[in-house]
C-alpha cells in the first residue's frame, strides 16, 4: 500500500509561481521555463512507475515516495522507497530519452541522441551511495538492519538501454515494466523475514516524521528581487494578473469575470517566493489593495497569527 504519496515538488511549484509573476520582457523567463520544463517532465517520468507499483501486493509491500532524509552528516533523497519485512529496496527514477549505454571499462553511462553521444554520471553510483546512507540513517534510528536493495528504474518505454554481456550493472538498471517481476525475484532470495509487522510500521512512521523536505529560496537561486514580480491578483479565467478588488469579491479588468477566492492562489505565491508569513501591510502591496480592514477581513481566514494590531503577521498556511 501506498504509505507517502507522490506530491508535486515545491521546486516545481517554485519555478511556476516565479514564471506567472514575471513581466513577459523578462531576461531570465526562457531559462526558467527551460529548468521548469525539464522539472516537469522529471516528474512525468517519476509517475510512470506507479501503475507497474502497483502490482504488488498491497499487504505486503509499503510504497513511500520523494523523501529527504538526513544521514547524521548529508542529507540525501529517495525517489521512492519500497518497504518489506524482508527487505527495502530504494527506486531512482530517471527519464532519459534516446540510447543508454553501461560503458565498461570507465563505468560511465553514456546516451545517444541522433548519433550525438553525452557522457553522464553512472546513476548505480548515485542508487550505491543512497543504499549506504539509508544504512546508516537505520543504525542512526536504532531500526534492526534489513537488507537495501536499489534498481535505478528507466521511466520512458522507448528509451533503449545496451551493455557488454558482462556488465556488473546490467540488472540493476530496469524499464519501469519490470519492477514486479524483480521485486518477486529478490522476495525469493530473501526468504527470511528481518522485521516483525509493528517494525514496519514504526520504520514507516519514523520516516514520514524524518523527512525534511527541501524549501529553497528561488528568488534567491534564481538571483531575481521580490521587486521584479509582478504584483497582483490572477484571474482564474483569463490567466492575467488583472484582478481588482470590488465589493466582496475580484473583478477581472479584462475579462469582466468575478470570484470570491481569487486571492488565495495569490496569497500561495506570496508564500512559494516570498515567505511563509505575511504582514497587512505587505499583503496590501502584494495583492494591490488599499484599504486595510478590507486585507485584514481578507487575511483573518488565516487560522495561524501572532502579535497584535499594526503588528500582527499571519502564516500562510
Ligand atoms: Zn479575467
Not at 517519476?46 to 538526513?70: A, G, V
Not at 530504494?90 to 570507465?106: A, H, M, P, T
Not at 509487522?197 to 523527512?211: F, G, R, S
Not at 489593495?289 to 486585507?295: C, G, N
Request: with cysteine; proline share 5%.
Amino acid at each position: 500500500m501506498i504509505a507517502k504519496e507522490r506530491t508535486i515538488p515545491l521546486k516545481l511549484q517554485k519555478l511556476e509561481a516565479l514564471l506567472r509573476r514575471l513581466p513577459h520582457q523578462h531576461a531570465k523567463r526562457d531559462s526558467i521555463a527551460e529548468k521548469l520544463y525539464r522539472l516537469k517532465a522529471g516528474y512525468r517520468g517519476e509517475r510512470e512507475i506507479d501503475y507497474p507499483l502497483s502490482f504488488l501486493p498491497e499487504d505486503t509491500y509499503w510504497i513511500l515516495h520523494d523523501l529527504r532524509l538526513f544521514d547524521g552528516s548529508h542529507y540525501f533523497q529517495i525517489d521512492t522507497l519500497v518497504i518489506s519485512q524482508r527487505f527495502a529496496l530504494i527506486l531512482e527514477v530517471k527519464n532519459f530519452k534516446g540510447v543508454l549505454v553501461l560503458e565498461e571499462s570507465f563505468q560511465q553511462m553514456i546516451r545517444i541522441i541522433d548519433e550525438k553521444k553525452e557522457g553522464f554520471p553512472n546513476p548505480v553510483f548515485q542508487l550505491e551511495r543512497q543504499k549506504n546512507q539509508l544504512k546508516k540513517w537505520f543504525a542512526f534510528h536504532h531500526i534492526a538492519p534489513i537488507p537495501i536493495e536499489g534498481l535505478v528504474v528507466i521511466s520512458r518505454p522507448q528509451t533503449i538501454l545496451q551493455s557488454t554481456p558482462n556488465h556488473p550493472h546490467i540488472h540493476t538498471m530496469i524499464h519501469a515494466e519490470k519492477i514486479p517481476f524483480i521485486v518477486r525475484e529478490m522476495s525469493q532470495l530473501h526468504s527470511k523475514k528481518k522485521w516483525s509487522k509493528n517494525q514496519v510500521y514504526e520504520a514507516i512512521k519514523l520516516t514520514l516524521n524524518e523527512h525534511a523536505p527541501l524549501d529553497i529560496d528561488i528568488l534567491e537561486q534564481e538571483e531575481i528581487l521580490p521587486i521584479e514580480l509582478i504584483k497582483g491578483v490572477q484571474c482564474p479565467f483569463c490567466d492575467e494578473l488583472s484582478m481588482k478588488r470590488g465589493w466582496g469579491r475580484w473583478d477581472c479588468l479584462l475579462c469582466y469575470k468575478t470570484s470570491k477566492t481569487a486571492h488565495y492562489a495569490a496569497l500561495n505565491d506570496y508564500k512559494l517566493l516570498i515567505s511563509h508569513t505575511i504582514s497587512n501591510q505587505q499583503a496590501r502591496n502584494f495583492l494591490c489593495i488599499e484599504s486595510p480592514i478590507v486585507t485584514r477581513k481578507l487575511l483573518l481566514t488565516s487560522p495561524a497569527r501572532e502579535g497584535t494590531n499594526r503588528h500582527r503577521i499571519y502564516h500562510l498556511t
